[in-house]
């Protein structure tokens, strides 16, 4: 059971969260989403970051809204999504980037270009095209979007346990190597003479 953070906009997003989210928990995985955050006196973007760091999975999905980009302790003045993604990679987490396709039917409410957020869009275009350089999945509706995430955790999961087989495999060896060796040792003792 991994432990898997869902980084998106929210409004926007809200029902490929949902579907994303509850597919996770009927695979048994921990999810942890903004969702669950309770009262605190943490401020938003210090416990996303540290959520970031303590997963074991970073879910990447991205539309067409930058989203909010925090005034206090953000030099870089990026949005808590983009944060959450650059996070992950310092961290070295497995990421699983999912974009909206491009022909996908979509609010104009919850478009950049068209509100004039995001430097008019320009911030997420640029994210986007960022994102589309590394292997991503592309989706329309939530029930593609939750297929797609179930199917990238299950390629996850087996590339992990691959993974563990060969280290596994690798120890085994070195531990065999060492015993040889340690066979092949010459005695220290001196041959006794008789006569």
Same mark, same amino acid.
């Given at each position: 059971?991994?432990?898997?953070?869902?980084?998106?906009?929210?409004?926007?997003?809200?029902?490929?969260?949902?579907?994303?989210?509850?597919?996770?928990?009927?695979?048994?995985? %921990?999810?942890?989403?903004? /969702?669950?955050?309770?009262?605190?006196?943490?401020?938003? !973007?210090? $416990?996303? *970051?540290?959520? &970031?760091?303590?997963?074991?999975?970073?879910?990447?999905?991205?539309?067409?809204?930058?989203?909010?980009?925090?005034?206090?302790?953000?030099?870089?003045?990026?949005?808590?999504?983009?944060?959450?993604?650059?996070?992950?990679?310092?961290?070295?987490?497995?990421?699983?980037?999912?974009?909206?396709?491009?022909?996908?039917?979509?609010?104009?409410?919850?478009? %950049?270009?068209?509100?004039? /957020?995001?430097?008019?869009?320009?911030?997420?275009?640029? !994210?986007? $095209?960022? *994102?589309?350089? &590394?292997?991503?999945?592309?989706?329309?509706?939530?029930?593609?979007?939750?297929?797609?995430?179930?199917?990238?955790?299950?390629?996850?999961?087996?590339?992990?346990?691959?993974?563990?087989?060969?280290?596994?495999?690798?120890?085994?060896?070195?531990?065999?190597?060492?015993?040889?060796?340690?066979?092949?040792?010459?005695?220290?003792?001196?041959?006794?003479?008789?006569?």
């Amino acid at each position: 059971m991994a432990k898997i953070y869902i980084s998106s906009t929210y409004g926007d997003l809200k029902e490929y969260r949902e579907a994303v989210y509850h597919t996770l928990r009927q695979m048994r995985h %921990d999810a942890i989403a903004m /969702e669950d955050y309770v009262a605190t006196d943490q401020r938003p !973007l210090e $416990k996303c *970051l540290a959520d &970031v760091a303590e997963c074991d999975v970073y879910i990447g999905i991205f539309a067409w809204r930058y989203g909010h980009v925090p005034s206090k302790e953000n030099p870089t003045g990026k949005s808590i999504t983009e944060l959450e993604y650059r996070k992950a990679g310092e961290e070295g987490k497995e990421c699983l980037i999912f974009l909206l396709d491009e022909t996908a039917p979509w609010l104009r409410a919850y478009m %950049d270009d068209v509100t004039g /957020e995001g430097d008019r869009g320009q911030r997420m275009a640029a !994210l986007r $095209k960022e *994102l589309g350089e &590394v292997m991503v999945s592309f989706f329309k509706t939530p029930g593609d979007l939750s297929n797609l995430v179930s199917v990238s955790l299950y390629q996850y999961e087996q590339k992990k346990r691959i993974r563990s087989g060969l280290e596994e495999q690798r120890q085994s060896i070195v531990q065999e190597s060492e015993q040889q060796k340690s066979q092949r040792r010459p005695s220290l003792t001196w041959p006794v003479r008789t006569g």
